[in-house]
């Protein structure tokens, strides 16, 4: 099957720890996002990355940080910095971002709980 | 950046009747696109309209776009309750924006 996984789905978190959410695709897709959801919320961008070994800040980087040493990688570090994490976590990948945006493909998404 | 409000942010509708749901944006655009998301999951790519378009279908699915008002609805037809999910239009070039979006329930 083609497509974007998260793991896990339900993470708990002690507050002043750092937790790895995972996100893996198959797609051969260039272009990786992470982004936040709150209750009834929309989604907001966290990090986005367009290349192996290049990524760059969304609207709401501050106390998260990521990696791409993979095309088929994007994991995302909630560190202790981040002051409020509890929320819903979704990853997405798209063909590549272009002048005109392609449409954006998500994995299943990752409840995050800080304890 | 950019970003579309959705309207209405609720809406309950009878299975069999149709639903319309409408984005308004404030900047000039390329495209819209509309998602879907269903409880606790990750979103579903719908339609993706370009500027240049009027409207557009997918199955029950239809979108038009007015960018003189700037705004795009999405319309469901003969709506079933597997429809109930919550729907969000998208905007953008290199990044997507989402707005808050309208919670569709549609009752059996």
């Known amino acids: 099957d083609g497509g974007i996984t998260q793991s896990p789905k339900y993470l708990f978190r002690k507050e002043g720890q750092n937790v790895t959410l995972s996100c893996e695709q198959n797609?051969?897709?260039?272009?990786m996002y992470w982004y936040r959801q709150d209750p009834g919320q929309g989604l907001r961008l966290i990090y986005y990355?367009?290349?192996?070994?290049?990524?760059q800040k969304g609207d709401i980087a501050e106390g998260y940080s990521v990696s791409r040493e993979k095309k088929e990688s994007f994991p995302l570090t909630v560190t202790s910095a981040q002051k409020n994490p509890t929320a819903f976590y979704l990853c997405?990948?798209?063909?590549?971002?272009?002048?005109?945006?392609?449409?954006?493909?998500f994995g299943p998404g990752t409840r995050l709980t800080v304890l | 950046s950019q970003q579309g409000e959705e309207d209405p942010q609720a809406l309950s509708i009878q299975e069999g009747e149709n639903a319309t749901m409408n984005c308004s944006y404030k900047t000039s655009i390329n495209n819209l696109q509309w998602y879907r998301q269903n409880s606790g999951r990750g979103l579903v790519h719908l339609i993706l309209i370009r500027s240049n378009e009027r409207e557009k279908h997918s199955g029950r699915l239809r979108v038009t776009l007015d960018t003189s008002k700037k705004s795009s609805s999405l319309l469901i037809t003969a709506s079933r309750a597997a429809d109930t999910a919550s729907y969000f239009c998208a905007l953008g070039a290199r990044q997507l924006t989402f707005g808050s979006g309208t919670q569709l329930t549609v009752l059996p």
């Open positions: 990355s367009q290349i192996v070994n290049d990524f």
């Open positions: 997405a990948s798209s063909m590549r971002m272009g002048e005109f945006t392609d449409t954006q493909y």
């Open positions: 797609l051969n897709h260039d272009a």
